[in-house]
């Protein structure tokens, strides 16, 4: 990971980990977990156990989902469940001013301001889940349960 920037992202997930008294550690892949599928190749693991974290615009704020990598989003489910009036795709420019991170590396913490998250119901269904750690090259382990802790989420069905 030569990119500075990228190490900077890296290094305030870690920091976010920490702050929150979780013992995950930030790995840095030898290969790309920019999506899903890459993620899951690079890591050994089933694309189910991927937590893909996805930026929305939830009516005009952004939304942070993390999805299985199995999954795709229904948006208009989604917002009806949330009790939001629509939900679509976030800009790369929004992702980064609600995150600090690209697309292909948001991470589920490490943010410049909280974020309103919503945590794909499915994930529960692995022991394990690999999200991103702020890069399309790092990666943290965690579970259903610590994601809730970790970011406040709400579990919910998200496809």
Not at 76 to 104: D, F, N, S
Request: with cysteine; net charge negative; charged share 20%.
């Amino acid at each position: 990971m030569e990119n500075p920037q990228w190490a900077a992202a890296s290094a305030r997930v870690e920091q976010a980990l920490t702050e929150r008294g979780s013992a995950a550690q930030v790995l840095v892949t030898d290969g790309s977990a920019r999506t899903a599928v890459e993620a899951a190749q690079t890591l050994g693991c089933e694309v189910g156990a991927i937590g893909n974290s996805l930026v929305f615009m939830a009516d005009s704020a952004p939304l942070l989902v993390i999805t299985s990598g199995a999954h795709r989003v229904d948006t208009a489910a989604l917002a009806q469940r949330l009790g939001k009036q629509k939900i679509r795709r976030a800009t790369p420019e929004q992702v980064r001013e609600a995150t600090g991170q690209e697309i292909g590396g948001v991470a589920p913490l490490g943010h410049p301001v909280p974020v309103e998250t919503a945590i794909d119901e499915d994930l529960g269904g692995y022991p394990a889940v690999w999200v991103a750690a702020g890069t399309p090259y790092s990666v943290f382990r965690t579970n259903l349960a610590e994601l809730v802790r970790l970011t406040g989420g709400t579990v919910v069905k998200v496809d």
